[in-house]
Structure formats: structure tokens, C-alpha cells
């Protein structure tokens, strides 16, 4: 693989002129690249910016993370999605508390061992706050190492992984690990981008990349097909009562575990819907594997009576208190505005 030995000096180059000014980048201790690499997995990078800041302005360090109340931490998670990356953040940290003394660890085998730390995190925050000279593959990288080098194998195959991060080892600069992994996670976001559509132009490796000469760029990266998405349709009942809505806990495991939810079922539209209700609206949300289609009906409660386990919030409770997953934000509104006109 001759490019990628020729790839460090003028990425690097093209690095330190073209990287974006993170907040994470401008103060990277182990915690905070930690907490950012973490979000950033599955999260664009413009939309983690403002959960990044709250983030750390309400758990500034590793034994405030440790120490933080579950519903406070999912309120701060709350729309970020994949709601057990926070879970792990908050057990890895109780980790570090007692397994480390409270000291973030600094080698690559300590950190992997983290809660929710797999090979790409451990290898990005031993190289960007240690200067450990490990690779970090994402899907970014992968992309950028598949077409500079030509390998037409699949890359989500843990064998083709392995043997292009090795490859990225022997050939990383020793001087500078952190930031050449940081460049090429920066060039596979920016610049080589997925879909067919790089933009070789821009492109420091242009010069020599094999896909560009070889003209494979839009069979590259090689994935299998992805399967099709279950759909499940849902009905969600917005139950009011008086300026409050009732809410219940999701299961402590599985999708969105332990966040509060408008009470919903699995049922094939038209719902069995009874009583006074009255049809409120339509939403869907995509998850990794599945697409829910939900239907909304409000519902007037006629008692306070809830089952065990529900709770009534107003709108204070629902905007400080209970994490309510983003799937169900097309009914934010419908919601909002039968608290404000249901009386106090
Ligand atoms: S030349 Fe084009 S395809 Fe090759 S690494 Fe650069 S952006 Fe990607």
C-alpha cells in the first residue's frame, strides 16, 4: 500500500490549514475527547456543537459524570439519540472513578476497557490526548483508506478492517498520531465524501490516490447491501389531564431504555381507539433497523388515576425533568399546546 506512505506530510499539511476549529480540538483533554468522540459516533458534527457545550457545562469532569443523576444525564442526552451511549459514558466513568482513582487512563488497553469504548473510540483518544500512535478506523477513514488504496474488499468485514488498520500503523507518523488520524476522519467528512460524490479537486492525496487514477471512486467503499427497515406502525395516546400529560418509563433495556414516553402501542392503523379522543396527528421516525409511522389521538383524562409506574407533567416537568425521546417530536407541538390550554 504505497499511497498511504505517501499520504502523511501532505495530509498533515493540508490538515493544520483546512481542520475545522472544535471546541474539542482547542482543549483536548482525555475527557473532553472522550465525551466528543462518544457523541460524535452516529451525530453529525453540526449537531452535537451545542450538546457538547451544555454537556460539559453541567459535568465538567469525569466525577461529575460519575456522580450525575440518570434522568439529569438523559435530559442532556435527550435528542441526541442512541440514548445507551450516555448510559456507558456515565458507567465507564464510575469506572475510572474506581478503577483509576479518579485519573483518566492513559494507555490504549486501560481505555478500551472502558464501558462503551470499542477499538475506533480507545484509538482516538489515546492518539489526540495521549499521542499514543494507534490508528482510529471509522467509517470515514475506512472510506478514504478503500479508495487511496483500491481495495475492493468489504469493508464491513472485521478481516478487511484489521488488515486496514494495520496497515495505517506501520505507516502513521510517529510525530504527529493524534492529528493524522483527526486528518483523515476530517478528509473522509469533508472532502472524500461517501456516495460517489468526493471532491478530488480539493483532494492532498489526489495526486496519488488509486481509485482517482484507477476510476473505481463510486464502487468505493464495498458494503453489503443493506437490509430493508422494519416498519412498525403505532398508536400514541396523549392523555391530558388538567395542564398535564402522562408519561411512562420505557423498559430498562432495549430501544431508548428507561427514557419517558407518551404511552404508545404496536396496532395497525385505524387504532381501537374508545372514548373521547380525538385524532391529533401523524409522525414517523427513523431508527438503524426500523421506521415507526404513528398516529396520535388525544385522550381528556377523566380521573388522575394512572396505572403504576406513569407519571402527570406539565410543561416545567417536560421541559427540565423527563427525557422524552426525539421520535416522538412531531407531537411536541399538539402537546405544547394542550398544556398551555388546559388550565393549572
Ligand atoms: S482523490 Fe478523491 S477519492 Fe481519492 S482520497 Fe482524495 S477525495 Fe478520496
Not at 479518579?102 to 482516538?124: E, H, Q
Not at 492525496?205 to 422494519?230: H, M, N, S, Y
Amino acid at each position: 500500500m504505497n499511497e498511504l506512505e505517501e499520504l502523511p506530510i501532505p495530509l498533515l499539511t493540508w490538515y493544520r490549514e483546512n481542520a475545522r476549529v472544535l471546541p474539542w480540538r482547542s482543549d483536548p483533554t482525555p475527557y473532553h475527547v472522550w465525551v466528543s468522540e462518544i457523541m460524535l459516533q452516529q451525530t453529525r458534527v453540526a449537531a452535537v456543537l451545542e450538546y457538547y457545550r451544555r454537556f460539559l457545562e453541567a459535568l465538567p469532569t469525569v466525577a461529575d459524570l460519575a456522580a450525575c443523576p440518570e434522568d439529569e444525564l438523559m435530559k442532556l442526552w435527550q435528542g441526541l439519540g442512541y440514548y445507551s451511549r450516555a448510559r456507558n459514558l456515565q458507567k465507564a466513568a464510575r469506572q475510572v472513578m474506581e478503577e483509576f482513582g479518579g485519573t483518566f487512563p492513559s494507555d490504549y488497553d486501560a481505555i478500551r476497557s472502558l464501558a462503551g469504548v470499542g477499538d475506533y473510540t480507545a484509538g482516538a483518544v489515546s492518539s489526540i490526548a495521549f499521542g499514543i500512535p494507534v490508528p482510529a478506523v471509522d467509517g470515514n477513514v475506512l472510506r478514504v483508506v478503500s479508495r487511496l488504496t483500491d481495495d475492493h474488499r468489504d469493508v464491513t468485514r472485521p478481516e478487511t478492517k484489521n488488515a486496514l488498520r494495520q496497515a495505517l500503523l506501520d505507516t502513521m507518523p510517529r510525530f504527529a498520531p493524534g492529528d493524522y488520524n483527526q486528518a483523515l476522519m476530517e478528509l473522509g467528512a469533508t472532502v472524500c465524501l461517501p456516495n460517489g460524490a468526493p471532491l478530488c479537486g480539493r483532494c492532498p492525496a489526489a495526486g496519488f490516490c488509486a481509485a482517482l487514477r484507477e476510476g473505481t471512486i463510486d464502487q468505493l467503499p464495498v458494503k453489503p447491501k443493506k437490509k430493508e427497515r422494519r416498519i412498525e406502525e403505532r398508536t400514541v395516546y396523549l392523555i391530558v389531564r388538567m395542564g398535564k400529560i402522562a408519561l411512562r418509563r420505557r423498559p430498562e433495556k432495549g430501544l431508548l431504555a428507561g427514557l419517558w414516553e407518551y404511552p404508545n402501542e404496536l396496532s395497525p392503523w385505524p387504532p381501537p381507539v374508545e372514548g373521547a379522543a380525538a385524532f391529533g396527528g401523524e409522525g414517523k421516525h427513523i431508527f438503524t433497523h426500523m421506521e415507526w409511522r404513528m398516529r396520535a389521538y388525544v385522550v381528556e383524562a377523566g380521573t388522575d388515576a394512572l396505572p403504576e409506574g406513569w407519571v402527570w407533567a406539565d410543561r416545567t416537568e417536560l421541559a427540565g425533568v423527563y427525557a422524552v425521546p426525539s421520535a416522538f417530536q412531531s407531537f411536541s407541538h399538539l402537546v405544547e399546546e394542550h398544556l398551555a390550554g388546559g388550565g393549572q
